[in-house]
């Protein structure tokens, strides 16, 4: 079963962090990301997780796309955080 979240992404700046998953590595994990926007706009997503240290990955979406991160062998936080190209909107996450 997967967890849905919502994150908001603001026009052209960084929205809030949204805590996805507690993870224990070594793992290998995805993220799939949808406008849920009448208003659909591309957006990117900076999603923060331990590899081999503290990693930060930006990721250009479309209007929807996917991540896989490979996790470091620790347990920790993934967390993600959206931004707009043009008009803000509501990005779904979700675990896969």
């Not at 967890?3 to 960084?14: Q, R, V």
């Not at 994990?29 to 659909?40: C, G, I, P, R, V």
């Not at 990117?44 to 240290?53: H, L, R």
């Amino acid at each position: 079963m997967s967890n849905f979240y919502d994150c908001w992404a603001p026009p052209g700046i960084w929205g809030p962090w949204v805590d996805i998953m507690s993870v224990m590595g070594p793992t290998t994990e995805k993220l799939s990301f949808k406008t849920q926007s009448n208003a659909k706009s591309s957006f990117s997503v900076e999603v923060e997780y331990f590899g081999s240290q503290w990693e930060n990955d930006i990721v250009a979406i479309p209007g929807s796309g996917s991540f896989q991160f490979k996790v470091g062998p620790a347990i920790s936080t993934v967390r993600v955080r959206c931004k707009s190209h043009s008009l803000g909107q509501t990005v779904r996450v979700e675990e896969n």
